[in-house]
């Protein structure tokens, strides 16, 4: 009997903590996924009563989610689009809340094998568009060149397409892969490869120099490069919530803004807000 009433006392306990657990929703960049899974690690660790959920699938996904109310934060590598943000209004009864989260920049992958180490916009565009079809054309070797790239979900997919293809078609040779870390280990194995993602991936494949122009420099996605402007494929990471933060999600907002949650930032690979931007 006493086993009994422990084992009821328990059960009780159990799921009064279940029910008393803060779960928050985190969907959508594959670009912040790793960002996203840090800062959810940490805070979870120091707010033992919350649980959050971090999952990928792309910008477009994520957003989709808000809109429809199955996500409470969406992680976008891209600005939220008029009609998005009219969707939320719509379907939420609020506006979208925009809170930049970390900077990033657009890294161009090549396999380590390859000799080319530098391209401007015009070559990228020309190459993405399959108008240069061999790395000898651009000071590499005689052999074809291979596009890898994102679905088009992925906010990467469209800052790339309208930053640097000034919002052209990319070419039907493009093979979409479902993340960047995918993109990443296709060109570690492909010596005729290129692509491009988050500057947190590139790990096993070499980071091209961008140049504007042929009169610019060419620069790497060093932090000082991205934050300066210098590096020209740069952008900021967003959250977005269905109108102002409250409760939970806002203390855990509160918390990634704050100088601990950007050290973290800094920690996965990616780079922190200009303190204007921070708190």
């Known amino acids: 009997m006493k086993k009994l009433t422990l084992l009821i006392i328990g059960l009780i306990l159990t799921s009064s903590f279940i029910f008393a657990a803060k779960n928050i929703t985190l969907k959508g960049s594959d670009t912040l996924l790793i ?3 840090k800062w ?3 805070y979870m660790k ?3 009563g919350t649980v959050i959920q971090v999952t990928g699938g792309g910008s477009g996904v994520g957003i989709a989610a808000l809109i429809n109310g199955t996500t409470d934060i969406a992680q976008a590598s891209r600005p939220m689009k008029d009609k998005e943000k009219e969707n939320v209004l719509e379907k939420r009864g609020v506006g979208a809340n925009e809170i930049p989260v970390a900077l ?9 094998k390859n000799p080319v180490g530098k391209l401007t916009f015009a070559q990228l565009k020309d190459i993405f568009q399959a108008k240069i ?10 052999s074809r060149i291979i596009l890898y790239g994102r679905e088009n979900s992925s906010g990467t997919h469209v800052f790339f397409k309208e930053h640097v293809l000034n919002n052209e078609d990319y070419a039907v040779s493009v093979q979409p892969l479902p993340g960047t870390a995918a993109i990443v280990n296709a060109v570690a194995q492909d010596e005729k490869g290129i692509g491009y993602g988050g500057v947190a991936y590139a790990k096993g494949v070499k980071e091209i120099l961008i140049a504007k122009d042929e009169k610019s420099g ?3 996605p060093t932090m000082e490069n991205i934050i300066s402007g210098k590096y020209p494929i740069s952008r900021y990471l967003f959250w977005y919530t269905a109108g102002t933060p409250k409760g939970e999600v806002k203390k855990l907002i509160d918390w990634i803004l704050s100088p601990e949650g950007q050290k973290l930032v800094e920690e996965a690979g990616y780079f922190p807000l200009p303190k204007e931007k921070s708190k």
Do not use: C, M, S
Request: glycine share 12%; net charge negative; proline share 6%.
């Open 218 to 220: 060419y620069y790497p």
């Open 35 to 37: 960002l996203g899974q």
């Open 133 to 142: 079809t061999n790395w000898k054309q651009v000071g590499g070797k005689d």
């Open 104 to 112: 990033d920049g657009i890294t161009v992958y090549v396999n380590e």
């Open 46 to 48: 120091k707010n033992p």
């Open 40 to 42: 959810a690690e940490i």
